[in-house]
């Protein structure tokens, strides 16, 4: 239900814009995630928008240079990527919350019930 789309391989200081496109069901009352997962490490959180678009978080080591938005006319998200690192390399999930309205930015893995089956991103040094 839930479909990433933009990864692929770029150099060190480069953009990606990844994109996130959901089927069977609304963005419009659920907040949005972006998580992603190097080799051989757990997944983590990237950024999260709410279901309303006025509030997101991201994690510290992307803040500043990741934005995260989403579109509900066009029922999709994105996350724009700027200046990427080497560090940035992973499969990226997008994910869509599990509650309506939920009044604070999801940012736990738990609290999200649809993933998407992620898409690579890569950066070359």
């Known amino acids: 239900q839930l479909v990433e789309s933009g990864g692929g391989l770029v150099q060190a200081g480069g953009s990606l814009r990844l994109a996130c496109a959901v089927s069977g069901r609304t963005f419009s009352s659920v907040g949005v995630g972006w998580f992603r997962q190097a080799p051989g490490k757990e997944r983590e959180f990237v950024a999260a928008?709410?279901?309303?678009?006025?509030?997101?978080d991201y994690a510290g080591s992307v803040w500043g240079r990741f934005s995260i938005s989403k579109d509900d006319a066009k029922n999709s998200a994105c996350l724009q990527m700027n200046d990427l690192k080497p560090e940035d390399t992973a499969v990226y999930y997008c994910a869509a919350d599990s509650r309506a309205f939920r009044a604070v930015v999801p940012t736990q893995s738990e609290w999200f019930k649809y993933w998407g089956q992620g898409t690579q991103v890569t950066v070359s040094s």
């Open positions: 928008i709410t279901w309303n678009g006025a509030n997101s």
